[in-house]
């Protein structure tokens, strides 16, 4: 079955302690993508890759990083989460760096700092 | 940047047509616009995407005017189950490494009985 999937699905951490949200693809896709939702403000971007090895910021990158060492893994790190961090998190895919943008979306991995 | 501008909510009845119009007046040349729909606690699901003119398939139409400013998605005989937010996605291009896409701050639709 195509799919995205995330782990964990949902986590609850203390502030400061480094946590990785792993995001993996099973469609052979080359754009893979982060997105934060909080109440209110929709979905927000936070970084996505164009294939392995090329990565770039979206509208909320501060606070993150990522990696794409392989094709169908694109992990989101927090190395010191902060309470404004708490949110929900979908990690997402699509088979064409075009034009054309229908993306598949993970189950989602709902984060709490405290 | 191609950014979106949709209502922020609209209410309907079971059984009848739903169009939400989305605004994106900087859309570049070779944008395709796409719509998602989320239920909530759940990733957004695809529903429909279109360049120009009018797009259908089973669940939706997508008309898109001659400037490509706006779009309107149209759900045809709503059910309670399209109760959910819909999103209007118009790619943008930034970056050495390519596309940068916004989601707009999307329209929730809730069908009464």
């Known amino acids: 079955e195509a799919q995205v999937t995330q782990n964990p699905r949902y986590l609850i951490t203390v502030t400061g302690k480094k946590l990785t949200v792993t995001c993996s693809q099973n469609?052979?896709?080359?754009?893979m993508s982060w997105y934060r939702q909080d109440p209110g403000l929709g979905l927000r971007q936070i970084y996505y890759?164009?294939?392995?090895?090329?990565?770039d910021k979206g509208d909320v990158p501060e606070g993150y990083k990522v990696s794409r060492k392989e094709k169908r893994n694109f992990p989101l790190i927090l190395e010191s989460p902060s309470p404004n961090q708490t949110s929900l998190y979908f990690c997402?895919?699509?088979?064409?760096?075009?034009?054309?943008?229908?993306?598949?979306f993970g189950p989602g991995t709902r984060l709490t700092v405290t | 940047l191609a950014k979106t501008t949709q209502p922020i909510s609209m209410d309907s009845y079971e059984g009848q047509e739903v169009n939400i119009t989305c605004s994106h007046n900087?859309?570049?040349?070779?944008?395709?616009i796409t719509w998602y729909q989320q239920f909530p606690s759940q990733g957004p699901r695809f529903i429909i995407q279109g360049y120009k003119t009018k797009v259908t398939n089973e669940v939706a139409s997508l008309f898109i005017p001659a400037d490509r400013k706006s779009s309107t998605l149209s759900l045809p005989r709503v059910s309670l189950s399209d109760t959910a937010v819909y999103y209007c996605l118009v790619g943008d291009m930034l970056g050495a490494a390519g596309n940068k896409l916004t989601f707009g701050g999307g329209t929730r639709v809730l069908v009464k009985p």
């Open positions: 900087n859309i570049a040349t070779n944008d395709y």
């Open positions: 997402a895919s699509s088979l064409t760096s075009g034009s054309s943008y229908e993306q598949y």
């Open positions: 890759s164009m294939n392995v090895e090329v990565t």
């Open positions: 469609m052979n896709h080359e754009y």
